[in-house]
């Protein structure tokens, strides 16, 4: 339990006095616990530190059987008067705002699974809710003030570029935006490149483990998520930085610009299969796979593009229930037996996200040799 609760300092207003319970620090877990049991906690007002001491704000003075349950659960304590400041008020939830503007029955519908591109929202709207998408733009807006944007999911992810619809709901009428993550900055155009801030973590875990003096292969980079971070991370590193899409490559080079990595990462338009033979034959000591719709079929080139003493693949796939893991491994075994190579080890095989009910993207590292 964290007893530093924030409060909020009413800019000079008398602040108001309360009567409160004094214990010393070391006992403030346990007295906290005791007053929510007797319904004493004043929740409204912060808990205050004197000294050694903390001041917890109760909601009245205690009555004696409450004095007599306190005696015998808490060592020390004394009862007083305080002044106490009003405690920040905790942040509107999308179902508090739309509370008196939805039916009441639709308010289990209401999504709460929300991603944020720079100032853009993106929310999938169920169909019971379609005659109300506006007034859940207009909620989202106001229970996240940063947002400029709100997007709904129009279509799934689709085609050669991964793109999907969208449809403005609240806010300005625009796709594109300035995301930062990890210390990096991506433009990038949601109508016309594949971004998905829900890979925050799996880009920052490949990238920590890029060691100095690396070649790097990012084979479907996108606007470059993994390729500038791992640029950023290391000193001495070469990524080349590979996708399909022309919109794509021309954010890709743009974040590499103005992340400053121009030296370390090569952007480069063109499938992958090309461009690995033409270019990048036994060059990589570690090859990334984040095309989870189609990565198996790109294996062997991920071989040719590994070094002959071998190195590090990082093979994606969308996969289901009843064993997503194994299954991701097996398959992977299975399609480098069409190889020259072989799997050495699997290194670690993890769940990156729910994409749909009992299927997650999955990712499995791979030693090669």
């Known amino acids: 339990m964290n007893l530093n609760e924030p409060s909020l300092n009413t800019l000079g207003l008398k602040l108001p006095e309360a009567p409160s319970l004094r214990v010393p620090k070391a006992l403030g877990e346990k007295a906290i616990r005791l007053l929510r049991k007797l319904n004493l906690s004043n929740r409204e007002l912060g808990i205050q530190h004197v000294e050694d001491y903390l001041c917890i704000p109760l909601l009245s003075e205690p009555l004696p059987e409450d004095i007599k349950e306190m005696e015998r659960s808490i060592p020390e304590f004394e009862i007083s008067a305080h002044k106490f400041s009003q405690r920040a008020k905790r942040p509107l939830k999308l179902v508090d705002i739309l509370g008196d503007k939805l039916p009441p029955h639709l308010l289990a519908s209401v999504p709460h699974a929300i991603d944020f591109v720079g100032d853009i929202a993106i929310i999938e709207i169920p169909p019971e809710l379609e005659s109300h998408k506006e007034t859940i733009g207009e909620a989202v807006m106001k229970t996240h003030k940063r947002v400029g944007t709100v997007l709904a999911k129009s279509s799934a992810v689709e085609g050669v570029y991964r793109l999907r619809e969208f449809e403005v709901i609240a806010g300005v009428e625009k796709t594109e935006t300035v995301h930062r993550e990890h210390g990096c900055v991506y433009h990038v155009d949601l109508s016309k490149a594949y971004f998905s801030p829900r890979l925050s973590h799996e880009h920052d875990r490949v990238a920590s483990l890029v060691r100095e003096g690396e070649m790097v292969v990012d084979m479907f980079a996108g606007v470059g998520s993994f390729s500038i971070l791992i640029a950023k991370k290391r000193e001495n590193v070469r990524v080349h930085a590979i996708d399909v899409n022309p919109d794509a490559v021309d954010f890709l080079r743009r974040n590499v610009a103005v992340n400053r990595v121009e030296k370390k ?99 499995v590292d791979a030693e090669i040799q």
């Open 265 to 363: 990462v090569v952007s480069i338009l063109g499938d992958a299969r090309r461009v690995v033979r033409e270019r990048l034959v036994k060059m990589a000591d570690r090859v990334i796979m984040n095309l989870p719709e189609r990565a198996i079929e790109y294996v062997d080139v991920a071989c040719e593009a590994i070094k002959p003493e071998g190195g590090i693949m990082h093979y994606y796939e969308f996969t289901s229930a009843p064993n997503p893991l194994e299954t991701a491994k097996v398959r992977l075994i299975e399609a480098m037996k069409r190889t020259n190579r072989k799997v050495k080890q699997v290194l670690l095989a993890r769940t990156v996200r729910a994409t749909a009910p009992f299927t997650w993207q999955v990712v």
